[in-house]
């Protein structure tokens, strides 16, 4: 029996130290679920402040991939989601159209800061330009949150969003001021 042998191309760097950064990024995520106050419908955790920093520094595409990688890890049985728990229970529960959307949000962010592909320093990038993003990436991941909530819950539409997504406003409002402080100060630069 003859064994064949030949070369194997080697992985470029710029692979290895996004798929660092976004394995860093999903345990951060993990993390932050377990920073979580609970309010009425949902748990208000820090992650929104993760899939800003994810989109902001990863861009559109490792980005969402750091948040689908804490998904999956949770999904398998992680006990990473808020509260310790995990389980496709958890994913498909009231919480899910959060936990589903975070990745678009990531995109959403690392999209509207970078304008594609192409990364960019977010310090350098227009101020209101960074914060359009943070907010449009909260519009999506409320919509489909409470949206989610009211099917799941079988709640009508307007006590959904009182109950799930009305009470993380302040809080969310208060990460998307700590991304801009984030991204202001200089200190971390994009991939």
Do not use: C
Not at 18 to 43: E, H, K, N, Q, W
Not at 162 to 171: E, K, R, Y
């Amino acid at each position: 029996m003859q064994t064949e042998q030949g070369s194997v191309d080697l992985v470029e760097g710029d692979v290895v130290r996004s798929f660092a950064r976004a394995a860093l990024l999903a345990a951060l995520m993990g993390a932050a679920a377990f920073v979580a106050i609970p309010i009425a419908g949902v748990p208000g955790t820090l992650q929104m402040l993760v899939v800003f920093l994810a989109g902001l520094y990863l861009g559109p595409v490792w980005g969402p991939f750091a948040i689908v990688l804490y998904l999956f890890a949770g999904t398998l049985g992680a006990p990473i989601f808020a509260g310790g728990n995990s389980g496709l229970g958890v994913v498909l529960g009231q919480h899910g159209g959060f936990l589903l959307t975070f990745p678009i949000g990531a995109a959403l962010t690392g999209a509207i800061v970078h304008r594609g592909r192409d990364l960019r320093d977010p310090a350098s990038v227009f101020l209101p330009i960074v914060v359009l993003a943070l907010v449009v990436a909260t519009a999506v991941v409320y919509l489909a949150g409470f949206l989610w909530f009211a099917w799941v819950t079988e709640t009508a539409l307007l006590d959904a969003f009182i109950v799930s997504a009305l009470p993380l406003i302040p809080g969310d409002l208060l990460k998307i001021a700590a991304a801009v402080a984030i991204v202001r100060s200089g200190l971390i630069e994009a991939t």
